[in-house]
Every structure is written in C-alpha cells, then in structure tokens.
C-alpha cells in the first residue's frame, strides 16, 4: 500500500459512513491520510474530530491530497468539481451515478489526459462489487447480456406489492425508512437503473457515456392486479435493466417485466440488487447484494481507494474503448411476448373484436382469460402473447383503444430468464 492523501467532498449520509470507516476501520488503510473534508455546513450526526474542514468544495482539489471523493451527488456542479480535481492532477473516486452516466465520457478522457484515474465503483450496486469486476476481472470474457434489479427502492416496492401491499403506501414506507429519495421520482421512474445499466454496459460494450438510446419506463402503472394475474402463470413483477448485445448492436431497456418465479432474479426481494451476467467462458453467473446504504457504499468506495494505492504503475481499472461505440438497437425493432391487460365493455363481440385487431397485425395468443366483473361494470381481460415485435404491438395497442369498448389498456414484456 502505497500512502494515499484523502480529501472528502459533501458531507451527508455516503460522506459520513465512509469518514467512519476511514477513522474506525481496518488497519489495511491506516496508511492513508484525510487531509480534509469539504461541507458547506456540519452534520450534526458525524462529529469529523480534528479533520480539516474546507466550505467550499472547489477549494478541495487546492488542497495538499492524492484523490478527491465526491460525494455531492447531482450533475453539473458534481461535474465542474471533478473536472477540476482531474485537471489538477487529482485522481478521482465517485458514487455518483448520474454524473458518470452523463458526462462519463469526457470524465474519462481528461483522466486519461492527465494521467489520473476516475473510479466508481458504488455508482453501481453500492458496495457489491460489479464494476471492476466487468471491467478486469472478466477481460478473457466476451460478454453478451447484463441484466440487474439495479434500484433497491423499486424492488423493495414491487416485492411489498407481489404480497398485497398498495404502491403508494409502500412508497410512503420505503421513504420513511430511508431507501427512497424524498423525491422518489428517478427511483420510481425507472431513471437511476437506467443510469447503472448504461455504466455497465458501457463497460461491458463500450456502448457511450451518456448513452445514444435507451427504453426506459417505471413502475407507477404496476397494479396488485397484475401480481395476482402473473401468479396464475408463476411469473412476477420486476423492473428489469438490460443490456444485450445482438448481431447489429446492442439493445439497452431499463422497465417493468413479467419474469417466471423460478428465475434467479426474482427471488430477490427488498431493498437488494442483482445483477445476471452472460459471458462465453463463465456461462451465465449473478451477483447479488446491498445496493444503497453508507455502509455498503463505503465498502465500495475503500475498494477503489485500495486499487489507486496498491500499486500505482497498474491500472486500477480498464476503461470502456469508445472508439469502438455499437449501434443501440430502436426498441421498437425488439421482440417480446406480452402480458396485455383490457378493460372492456361487458358486451357480446369484444373478444372478437379484439381477436380481429391482434391477427391484423399478425400478433397470436398463447392464453386468454376473462375475470369477473368490476364494480364500474367492466370486465378485465388478460392476454399472453406470442412474440411479437414492439412496434407492430405500439399499433395494435393503438387500434385497440381506439374503440369504444375498450376503456383501459396496458402491456407488461416477459422476459426469458
Ligand atoms: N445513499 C446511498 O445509499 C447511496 C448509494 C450509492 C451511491 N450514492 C451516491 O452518493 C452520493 C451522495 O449521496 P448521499 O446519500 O450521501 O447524499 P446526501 O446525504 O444528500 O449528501 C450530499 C452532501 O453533499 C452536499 N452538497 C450537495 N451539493 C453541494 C454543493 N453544490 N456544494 C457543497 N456541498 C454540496 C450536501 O450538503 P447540504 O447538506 O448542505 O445540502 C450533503 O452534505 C450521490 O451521488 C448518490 O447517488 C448514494
């Protein structure tokens, strides 16, 4: 170990688990030195000791350190900081997903130029570690699929819901205990996972930073009803991220799916993350953990100070080549089976209407079932489709609520696992 002068930005709930960890932890890092802390204000849950205490952040890179933390979180002040950290010479290590995922690309390249590294290992999964992994420890690998459960807060509400709960309470719940942002809406809306997905497969593509294209869709619209209709077909709710690599590029989706109960995946519940990996040597292989916490993000965070003070002639971590960018895949060219879930008119000829629409546009069943009858008069019908692609259901769906008989309409994709 060689030592490593530290100086922490921001000074909340990640900055303050890792300043523990730092005075309290393992003598592994009692090399190291925290020159400073950068906090615009105290946190009356962390007394820092004797530690200097710089408030302005941008004063910090100034400082006499080898690496700068950053732990402000948002994007662009998070990206002019680190900007000038690396152009001073600074390594950086960052949880910040969403300044990775948005600016990543020019973050890397002034590293590079500079001859410092940026790491960010807990933007992805916290403490469990995924990132370094991809990015050396499966360099024999030619990887062709990435797929996680990457946001703690939508699997602790989804998982709620597969056991009756009703999605606003939960959410209220997962906010009161701290798993959800105040504002929940990256969370919920599928953003944040589609963010880590784009990280990993940027790692494991060397797909861009910030992504060309990219589906994405949250869980707001997931009903306990459909819970009770996938559980009839031993299928579940998950909001899935995906990156895939095909014959003409690469598909990248982060949005709810209907996965079979016996899948690996879906028996994560809570606030856990997982992630499945398919590669040609290791075959098909998951890690799974924490994926939000001050603990397990600290965990991420010693390990990427551990990689820049081992050895700093190897580097910590090899870098996606965006050089060599695949195509991303239009979504609407993806194939899909369907759950698909109506409510119609409770009238004589809605099936074969609705038969009609779908051979139109070549779309078979494999399962119809009509339920009993809701209290506003309708009835609820449930399709499972054979694959289809996106863009020809996008128009069914169309044709579909264009009649009068149909009054409510939505899709949720199955997927192979
Ligand atoms: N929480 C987790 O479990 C977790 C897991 C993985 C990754 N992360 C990432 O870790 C980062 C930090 O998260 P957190 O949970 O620690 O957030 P947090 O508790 O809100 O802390 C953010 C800290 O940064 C400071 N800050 C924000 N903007 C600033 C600015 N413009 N100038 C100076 N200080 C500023 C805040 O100061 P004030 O208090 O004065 O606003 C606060 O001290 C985020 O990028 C997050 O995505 C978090």
Redesign the pocket.
């Known amino acids: 170990m060689t030592k490593l002068k530290i100086g922490i930005c921001?000074?909340?709930?990640?900055?303050t688990g890792l300043y523990e960890q730092l005075i309290c932890g393992n003598e592994l890092y009692s090399e190291w030195e925290l020159v400073c802390i950068?906090?615009?204000?105290d946190?009356p849950r962390c007394n820092p000791g004797n530690t200097k205490i710089v408030r302005d952040?941008f004063a910090v890179p100034d400082e006499d350190i080898d690496v700068l933390v950053e732990?402000?979180?948002?994007v662009e002040?998070a990206r002019e900081l680190i900007l000038k950290a690396l152009n001073a010479g600074k390594h950086v290590v960052t949880?910040?997903?969403?300044v990775i995922y948005e600016h990543g690309e020019e973050l890397i390249e002034v590293a590079i130029t500079n001859n410092v590294k940026i790491l960010f290992e807990?933007?992805v999964c916290?403490g469990t570690p995924v990132v370094k992994m991809l990015s050396n420890d499966l360099g024999a690998n030619k990887i062709s699929k990435v797929a996680g459960m990457l946001n703690g807060t939508t699997n602790f509400i989804l998982s709620n819901m597969e056991e009756g709960a009703n999605y606003e309470n939960v959410l209220q719940e997962a906010q009161e205990k701290g798993y959800a942002e105040p504002d929940p809406s990256l969370d919920v809306n599928g953003t944040d996972a589609a963010h880590k997905i784009g990280i990993l497969a940027s790692l494991a593509f060397n797909s861009g930073l910030p992504a060309s294209k990219f589906h994405i869709e949250g869980i707001e619209d997931i009903t306990s009803q459909d819970f009770k209709y996938a559980h009839e077909f031993n299928l579940t709710v998950k909001h899935l991220a995906v990156a895939q690599l095909q014959d003409h590029g690469i598909e990248l989706r982060s949005h709810p799916v209907m996965l079979s109960k016996e899948s690996s995946l879906a028996g994560l519940k809570g606030v856990r993350n997982g992630i499945q990996i398919n590669t040609d040597l290791l075959g098909e292989f998951q890690v799974a953990g924490s994926g939000?916490?001050?603990e397990?993000?600290a965990s991420g965070l010693i390990s990427d100070l551990i990689a820049l003070s081992k050895n700093q002639d190897i580097d910590p971590m090899r870098y996606p080549d965006f050089s060599k960018k695949p195509s991303i895949i239009d979504f609407n060219e993806l194939s899909f089976k369907y759950y698909v879930y109506l409510e119609v008119k409770d009238e004589s000829g809605v099936l074969a209407l609705i038969s009609k629409i779908f051979a139109e546009h070549k779309i078979s069943f494999d399962k119809v079932i009509q339920k009993d009858q809701l209290d506003n008069g309708n009835v609820p019908m449930v399709i499972f489709t054979d694959p289809v692609i996106e863009s020809e259901m996008q128009i069914a769906l169309k044709d579909l609520k264009s009649n009068s008989v149909i009054h409510n309409s939505k899709i949720i994709r199955i997927e192979d696992s």
């Open positions: 921001g000074w909340g709930n990640v900055a950068g906090a615009r204000r946190n952040i732990l402000i979180g948002g002040t949880a910040n997903k969403a807990s933007a916290a939000a916490g001050r397990s993000t």
